[in-house]
């Protein structure tokens, strides 16, 4: 895949009213199950947290490919800076 189809994509993704929405809904549930679970049980909260962590990095590698392409047409159009 080139690096201007990944960025159409990733774009194309990033702007879906429901992939923004399944990253909102899927973070607030980890992140309501973790505030909500028992402060002794260290490894299901540690298990949450992570995934938590692991959400936002997923969303910022998809985020990172759009800019990453838009970086790439200003470059193309500023090749001194």
Do not use: N
Not at 2 to 12: Q, S, W
Not at 20 to 43: A, F, K, N, P, Y
């Amino acid at each position: 895949m080139t690096e201007e189809l990944r960025e159409t994509h990733a774009k194309r993704l990033i702007q879906d009213k429901l992939f923004q929405e399944s990253w909102e809904v899927l973070r607030e549930q980890l992140m309501s199950e973790w505030e909500h679970s028992q402060h002794l049980d260290i490894e299901r909260r540690e298990s949450l947290w992570l995934s938590v962590k692991l959400i936002d990095r997923i969303r910022a590698h998809f985020e990172s490919i759009a800019e990453t392409g838009k970086m790439s047409d200003y470059i193309k159009t500023h090749p001194y800076i």
